[in-house]
């Protein structure tokens, strides 16, 4: 695995937390304690492992959660989070066309692993179903070309070249068409890495970008550089907005957290990793992923997700609003915005109503979702009050105003008003203490906090 040791002591930081039988103030300082031993031997820069570390231990120790949430998991989740921000998030992958031209542009310092991962990244399209080439316009290392055509050949794709010209930008321009012309889809070009600083190396590239006109400019970093990565992923993503980076030498290498988190830092997406010197040797960077493995915990995402879903029905604004007796089309809209963070409206109307939906209904809502924040923006505030004004002619302004079929707006009417009918009967059951409607499968946080809110607000609620 990449980055071993610190996904073992990842690893036991996570487990330590874990086999606690209850996680109190001590349990959380010896796993931030643990967070950062792991963090800085992993070369992460010392401010941000404290910025990441203080975060956790503030929201471990403060953050209000759901009684349905166990604290463990709930800080399992914290840590996930902050980690995967700290690399980068989600990212877009490379936008390759089927069928079209595509041409990949391979730059970085000296050594950095180039020629290699262009071996590597023609494998991985090949095996993708795509047509690949190679270029090298490498005009400067002795042998340049002999290694590329001996990669290419172990890879099976042609490689384009022409060890007599010197001109590396003419070669660029010449072997790129050729290989287009002959019928491939994507061309992997290698440059020359004679430049020991990152300036001339930026200039360079913005030379042979505006000649080739890439998809994608990748620039290789060294990840034994550790956090010193900083400075050149900076130049780069400052002069290119087509630009990501792939990290060599992260097998083996101690200072690999220093320079994910340095390139991240950067806000330059990391695509892929080098992880050994053959050519199958490279694997696409997915920051989620990569956290699961080095915390080492089988179905992370499906923990990750209960917390999630758990909390998002513990917001206590939500509560709130729920409980407050009078659930109005603007209670419908924070409702919307708070499940869309799950994605999940489905599972928001089991929890309103367990069996009582028909499973058609609650795909109709889910599918419906945007449309319904659509109408919900045209009303005003008044008909948002009190929805029961909304008539024929309301009705029809907000048909011209938000371009959403009449049907649509009577439909979300009578959806908001099965919502409502269904709230109140959870408050009442609520009310008799008996903690929800039976057959509310997955009602995480609702219940419990409805019965304290019920102890605050008394016989206050009135529909
Ligand atoms: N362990 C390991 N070695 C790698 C990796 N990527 C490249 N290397 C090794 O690093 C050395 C340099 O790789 P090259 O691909 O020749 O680097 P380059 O950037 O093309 O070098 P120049 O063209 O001279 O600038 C070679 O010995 C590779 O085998 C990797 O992910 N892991
Ligand atoms: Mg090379």
Request: aromatic share 4%.
């Amino acid at each position: 695995m990449v980055l071993e040791n610190l996904g073992r002591s990842l690893d036991n930081a996570i487990r330590n937390i874990r086999r606690q039988p209850k996680v109190d103030k001590e349990a959380i300082k010896v796993l931030i304690q643990d967070l950062q031993r792991a963090l800085l031997t992993a070369d992460v820069q010392v401010e941000l492992v404290f910025a990441m570390t203080e975060a956790i231990q503030k929201a471990a120790i403060n953050t209000k959660i759901s009684e349905n949430t166990k604290r463990k998991n709930f800080i399992i989740k914290l840590v996930h989070d902050e980690l995967i921000k700290t690399l980068g998030g989600k990212k877009a992958p490379i936008r390759i066309r089927s069928g079209k031209k595509n041409v990949i542009l391979l730059v970085g310092i000296q050594g950095s692993g180039k020629t290699t991962s262009v071996g590597k990244l023609a494998h991985h399209f090949k095996s993708k179903g795509f047509k690949v080439a190679t270029v090298t316009t490498d005009t400067w290392r002795p042998g340049a070309y002999e290694q590329l055509v001996q990669l290419s050949k172990q890879v099976g794709v042609e490689c384009y070249g022409n060890p007599n010209e010197k001109n590396a930008l003419k070669i660029a321009i010449k072997e790129s068409k050729k290989a287009i012309n002959e019928g491939h889809e994507i061309i992997i070009v290698d440059t020359a890495g004679r430049h020991k600083e990152e300036k001339e190396l930026i200039e360079e590239m913005i030379k042979i970008e505006n000649v080739l006109k890439p998809n994608e400019t990748i620039l290789v970093i060294d990840g034994t550089l550790g956090q010193q990565a900083f400075k050149q992923a900076e130049e780069f993503a400052n002069a290119t907005s087509i630009g990501s980076i792939i990290v060599t030498k992260l097998d083996g290498t101690a200072k690999g957290g220093g320079a994910l988190s340095a390139c991240a830092a950067t806000n330059a997406s990391i695509r892929f990793i080098g992880v050994g010197e053959n050519i199958d040797d490279l694997e696409e960077f997915e920051p989620t992923d990569f956290v699961g493995s080095l915390l080492g915990i089988p179905n992370l995402e499906a923990l990750v997700q209960k917390v999630q879903e758990a909390e998002a029905m513990a917001d206590p604004e939500l509560q709130k609003k729920l409980m407050r007796g009078k659930f109005t089309l603007d209670d419908l809209c924070s409702l919307l915005k708070n499940f869309k963070k799950v994605g999940k409206f489905k599972q928001l109307l089991s929890m309103m109503g367990g069996g009582n939906i028909p499973d058609a209904l609650k795909e109709d809502a889910e599918k419906n979702i945007q449309k319904w924040e659509i109408i919900l923006n045209s009303l005003t505030q008044e008909e948002k009050e009190n929805p029961t004004i909304i008539k024929k002619e309301r009705k029809k302004r907000i048909h011209k105003g938000a371009g959403v079929e009449y049907a649509e707006i009577n439909r979300m009417l009578d959806q908001y008003k099965q919502m409502k009918r269904m709230m109140k009967n959870m408050i009442q059951m609520a009310k008799k203490g008996k903690g929800g409607m039976p057959g509310m499968p997955g009602m995480p946080g609702m219940p419990g906090g409805m019965n304290q809110l019920m102890k605050k607000f008394g016989k206050d609620f009135k529909f």
